[in-house]
């Protein structure tokens, strides 16, 4: 039984095992209701073997939205542990697996996956491709993800939760300090889905550059296309820093290397410092989509074209560059002299003004616009102050010497999540309840959606403003408990009531999923917002094929000048239409690597070589594997067009 | 598939066209995995702890050996595509082949100076300097190894298909895989080794 | 036969043995640390410019450009990072 022994849960508890049953009763409901209705067969086809981008951009945003629950369920608990002072609703252990895991979930596997949702239905879309690059390397960027992300939460139930915090700061995260195999997971399933993700990258960049339609020239892109082409690039060279750092930390743990170790000359702030060349970039990562979101609604709804586009470019060109030199300002207090902070500092404070162009470029583009208050639209509007604020504090904490006391408290807690809620999560609610209606052929609904948006911009505010507040005061982060004497007690009770509020506002949003699914009128036209850009000149539902006829361009607008100015967007005739082949290769591949990576958590090293092995023939099937997808005859386009609403001028 | 007969086949198709600049993308992101390595390497260099520095444990002759097989491979590699485009079938096998020896030898030679380390006493486990000598060296190497069985693979399927578009395009990605190990190497062999025995 | 020889590939062979060969100078001859490491950065450099030209083909095809930028961004950040890291970790770490 020694061998089972590793799998046990270190700090048990009772919410624990009853997450064990409910989890398990859901593993059992969810295959006995796909036997019962005999979908097996359509499951694999259609979806776990597809190569579609429009499939793989829907199946990113259920993982993201199941994520966004699962860390979001770990943020209710955090604010309620803190709600009241010497609180006994959790203890310290299990206080620090859940902001840990709340951190990674939310930023790796939620904020992530969303961006990659949009950017994958999206992009080919907006840029009148057929698909991307490598169909068969989007498939297996996603499958990693996803496994990548089940190996991760599996480890509140096997073997233990990670406990060292997202950063997972060494020696705290070294063997001596985590003994339980969460760190393990944190090391090893981020590393499996973070190689998705520089896959993504790279498939993204070649799929931007070299797949547009003809006359869209690099400045006559949509402003979404330029910040997932710029994000793309980030990622690819920011992406394996990560790889490195985390294998590095892997080496530590698993085969006793001394990289980030107390003895032997090991470095614990190597690892700090690697983590953040990666993690600053992370931040622009998450935010850039997000500006690009941004840019497609407000022009919409404000029914005038972008303000400043070229300024609009460079400043996210500049902050690809610029995001790579900040890294620092994630730890002036911890050793460098004031020569390195100096620098740092004043780069930091460099960055703020690309972001500032972008601000007033949006306020610019309003400026005597329609405004139609939509919720898309709402969204936008209410990031701009709220971001406005979390950026402001940003360059407060970006000033080293002020640093010292901001650092590692509340303050700092208040400022990111102003920064990342309205600038990610703001984002994606938008551009979700936008490009809803592209893909499912339905429109959420807008009553229910201005309450949603009501509820999580007045809750962001309730929950994160007091933390400012106790944060001066000098409430630390990751404290489980303070005693009553501290004062804190009130504001944390603030921010628990906007915790609640923030949940009801999700919970609304699932519910208006549910009611519109239900309600929604399907007769809605493929463009519904009156929108500008190219993914609306095809039909809803899209076809496999995405456009029938490839479009023409010679506007950063073309759609709009074919609805307005008689633009001919669609000339020529069907042509037969080249498509590539499903494959199950990515789904099994991402499997085995889920299987070798629960192998190297718990040092099982048989059955990590067998993986490897399985990874290993995968390759080989590929590298021999002829396969040069299949043509949709002409016949068969015109049937479909003239199904889904006749031929496109 | 659409075959442009004015390029080189490894151009010759959309697809292929594709492919390429995919692996140059590829290789900007292989750029930052090593600086990485190397960044920690300058780090960790001077913190042996209790274990060996490099100059204590670095010997020349098997360094010149690698060094210039590695070189040699890359040159061969080098014709090897040349042949390729002039359709040469033979002499692609054959410069491929050589390549692949010369890779098998280079490792070959890695694995014993990675013994010989843990003889003197510089293993993994050792200091932060062994530590990040180590992995910097297993990572080039690892890629190395990895490329002998995807050359192979290649190599079989020229032999197999003949030089077809398709083949010629995963041969051509496949030199360019081997020269940029190559430039990692020559970074090693200055900034690992001789300026460690400098 | 002659064909499968291109003089230019022939000749970047031998110049990167003649650079190989100049680097190790470093070891055989005795030199100040500052004038070895620049002999290596330039030697290292130009070796890698040689692969990238002469035998990586970098600039023969429609993508030159973008093979080129993503080169130089990968360079740039990739020394960033390096000497940024050097700066953090040693040279201003008191």
Redesign the interface.
């Known amino acids: 039984m020694d061998f089972f022994d590793r799998f046990a849960i270190p700090h048990p508890s009772p919410v624990i095992y009853a997450s064990m049953v409910a989890i398990a009763l859901t593993l059992v409901a969810i295959v006995a209701g796909v036997t019962y209705t005999k979908k097996w067969g359509y499951l694999w086809r259609e979806w776990l073997t597809t190569v579609d981008h429009k499939r793989i951009g829907m199946m990113y945003l259920i993982s993201a939205l199941l994520m966004l629950f699962r860390g979001g369920a770990d943020a209710i608990m955090m604010r309620a542990q803190t709600a009241l002072p010497e609180n006994t609703l959790l203890d310290s252990q299990h206080y620090n697996e859940i902001f840990t895991t709340h951190g990674v979930v939310m930023i790796i596997f939620m904020a992530m996956a969303f961006i990659m949702a949009l950017m994958n239905f999206v992009v080919p879309l907006q840029i009148g491709a057929r698909d991307v690059a490598f169909p068969r390397l989007n498939a297996l960027s996603f499958w990693l993800y996803f496994w990548g992300a089940m190996l991760f939460n599996i480890s509140f139930v096997i073997g233990g939760s990670p406990d060292a915090g997202w950063t997972s700061y060494f020696p705290l995260a070294g063997n001596e300090f985590s003994q339980s195999v969460g760190t393990n997971y944190y090391m090893i399933a981020i590393q499996i889905a973070g190689l998705g993700t520089l896959i993504t990258g790279i498939n993204f960049i070649v799929t931007i550059l070299k797949m547009r339609a003809p006359g869209m020239k690099l400045m006559k892109m949509p402003m979404f296309t330029w910040s997932a082409l710029i994000t793309n690039l980030i990622i690819v060279f920011a992406f394996p820093v990560l790889t490195v750092a985390l294998a590095m930390g892997t080496i530590d743990r698993l085969f006793g290397g001394n990289f980030f170790t107390t003895t032997d000359g090991g470095m614990d702030m190597l690892w700090a410092n690697l983590f953040w060349v990666w993690g600053h970039p992370e931040v622009y990562i998450l935010i850039l989509p997000a500006f690009g979101i941004y840019s497609e609604i407000i022009p919409t709804f404000a029914r005038r074209n972008l303000y400043g586009y070229k300024s609009m470019v460079a400043s996210i060109v500049l902050i690809s560059v610029l995001s790579f030199v900040v890294w620092v300002h994630h730890f002036f207090t911890m050793g460098q002299g004031a020569m390195v902070n100096s620098i740092f500092s004043i780069t930091t404070m460099a960055i703020a003004i690309p972001t500032g162009i972008k601000i007033f470029n949006w306020l610019f583009t309003l400026w005597k616009g329609k405004i139609t208050i939509t919720v898309p639209m709402l969204y936008s509007l209410g990031f701009i102050p709220i971001f406005t604020i979390g950026g402001v504090t940003g360059v407060m904490l970006g000033m080293s010497a002020a640093d010292y006391q901001y650092h590692n408290t509340m303050f700092l807690v208040a400022h990111f999540h102003l920064v990342i809620i309205p600038g990610v999560v703001f984002a994606m609610l938008a551009g979700l309840t936008y490009w809803w209606p592209k893909m499912f052929g339905f429109m959420l609904n807008e009553r229910i959606g201005k309450l949603s948006f009501w509820l999580i911009s007045i809750g962001t505010c309730v929950a994160f403003f007091p933390m400012f507040i106790s944060g001066l005061d000098g409430q630390a982060r990751r404290m489980y408990t303070y005693s009553e004497a501290t004062g804190f007690g009130i504001w944390n009770m603030i921010s628990f009531v906007g915790a609640i509020m923030l949940a009801a506002g999700f919970v609304t949003i699932v519910y208006n999923i549910y009611y519109s699914t239900r309600y929604a009128s399907r007769d809605i036209s493929s463009d519904p917002w009156d929108a500008r850009s190219l993914e609306w000149a095809t039909h809803t539902p899209v076809p496999d094929y995405n456009f029938a006829i490839t479009p023409q361009v010679n506007s950063s607008e073309a759609f709009w000048d074919s609805k307005k100015n008689g633009h001919k967007l669609f000339p020529g005739n069907y042509k037969e239409i080249h498509m590539p082949n499903n494959s199950g290769v990515p789904f099994i591949m991402s499997a085995i690597f889920f299987v070798l990576g629960f192998a190297l958590v718990f040092s099982i090293w048989i059955l990590a070589v067998i993986a490897l092995l399985g990874i290993f023939a995968c390759l080989a099937h590929r590298s021999f594997e002829q396969d040069h997808g299949y043509h949709i005859p002409v016949e068969e386009v015109k049937e479909t067009e003239e199904k889904l609403g006749g031929a496109r001028q | 598939m659409k075959v442009d007969q004015t390029k080189p086949l490894e151009y010759s198709t959309e697809q292929n066209n594709l492919n390429i600049l995919g692996f140059w993308m590829f290789l900007g992101a292989e750029i930052m995995l090593f600086a990485t390595l190397f960044a920690s390497y300058f780090t960790l260099e001077g913190r042996t702890g209790s274990g060996p520095s490099g100059s204590e444990i670095f010997e020349i002759t098997p360094v010149i050996f690698e060094t210039f097989i590695l070189l040699t491979s890359s040159f061969t590699i080098g014709l090897g595509v040349h042949a390729m485009r002039l359709m040469n079938k033979k002499a692609t096998i054959a410069f491929f082949s050589i390549t692949l020896l010369l890779g098998l030898a280079f490792v070959g030679f890695e694995v014993v100076e990675f013994f010989t380390y843990i003889e003197e006493g510089a293993a993994l486990q050792t200091s932060a300097f062994t530590s990040i000598l180590l992995s910097t060296l297993g990572t080039h190497g690892a890629h190395v190894t990895f490329g002998l069985f995807w050359g192979l693979f290649i190599l079989i399927q020229i032999k197999k298909r003949g030089i077809t578009p398709e083949t010629a395009n995963k041969s051509f990605i496949f030199s360019l895989y081997w020269h940029f190990l190559d430039v990692v190497w020559i970074f090693i062999f200055s900034f690992v080794y001789l300026k460690g025995m400098m | 036969m002659k064909?499968?020889?291109?003089r230019k590939?022939v000749m970047?062979?031998v110049f990167?043995?003649v650079l190989?060969i100049v680097?190790?100078l470093?070891?055989f001859l005795d030199?100040s640390?500052a004038v070895?490491?620049t002999v290596?950065?330039l030697?290292?450099f130009t070796?890698?410019g040689l692969?990238?030209i002469?035998?990586?083909h970098?600039g023969e095809?429609?993508?030159r450009g973008?093979?080129y930028l993503?080169?130089y961004?990968?360079?740039?950040?990739?020394?960033?990072?390096?000497f940024?890291?050097?700066?953090?970790?040693?040279?201003?770490?008191?």
């Open positions: 064909e499968l020889f291109p590939q970047g062979f990167s043995l190989t680097a190790l470093v070891y030199m640390f070895g490491m290596l950065l030697t290292a070796q890698a692969q990238l002469v035998f990586m970098a095809s429609e993508d973008s093979i993503n080169i961004y990968g360079v740039i950040i990739a020394l960033l990072t390096v940024g890291t050097l700066l953090a970790m040693i040279w201003g770490y008191v």
